[in-house]
């Protein structure tokens, strides 16, 4: 593939060439191989999300009453772009992805330098704290579109990258090195977990345009329902799936606190 042409392309113009051009491969792992656990953690949800199909009457929480709502709103959006990035905000937020000095913002737009030009790209989601992109989400539009999620998620990090490091070389501190850049795609309120290594190399065989030495490997997570073929169709409406997504979320939540606490020591040093 090193023959491949490389030219400037902006993150949501990325496609499996783009992967292919730079000797990155997407792999799919298993629970233990992603998670390094064999069992997924329990889901820090109420009953009431677990075990309803429906939103059930009576007095509701405000974050059960929004869960029913993001969710209905979600499952019904074909063109709506927004209705699924809020309801993933809202998992986000519900499971404290958003807990201490990080926070959530959506539509967030990114540049990084590919064939000595910069690109932009843009999350639909994203968590960060003050210095760092720590999470990104991109929803799968491949209803509007024919454009793929998994390569725009990747380029995303790449700028996601560039930028933590862009913005600690300003603020006096020390330049991450490799990273895992966790990250999501939704298909409705069906998620995919990424675990997406971004380097030092990898950053400058896009600027240089040239054929990385070594393969980039992303880990591609699908979590584990019972019956996969429909799982991108009915997304967390099942209960049994619902209980099993949320319990990936939760675990999830730890590839981004690994991050911060890689991130934490070196700000200090």
Sequence with gaps: MADLIRSATSGSNWTTKELLAFNIRVADATVSAFFASTELPPASVSPTILNNLHIP?????????????YLKTAEQATSEESAVDDFAAFILGMLDYDDEDRFIRLRKEISFYMAGQRVDAK??????NDLD???????????????DPEPQLIAEAIAAYYQNNFRRTRAGLPALPVILMPGITMVGTAPTFYRIPVSPQLLE???????????????KFVPPVANKETYFSEGMRPL??????LQCFEAFKASMNVMQSKVGPQAQG
Aim: with cysteine; charged share 25%.
């Design 205 to 219: 065989a896009l600027v240089t345009s040239t054929y990385p030495k070594e393969e980039t490997v992303v880990l």
């Design 57 to 69: 009457d009576g007095h509701l929480s405000k974050t059960d009453r929004h869960f029913f709502q």
């Design 133 to 147: 992109y720590l999470l990104l989400v991109q929803e799968d539009k491949r209803q509007q579109s024919s454009d």
């Design 123 to 128: 999350a639909d989601v994203c968590v960060m």
């Design 240 to 245: 049994a799936n619902r209980r099993i997504v």
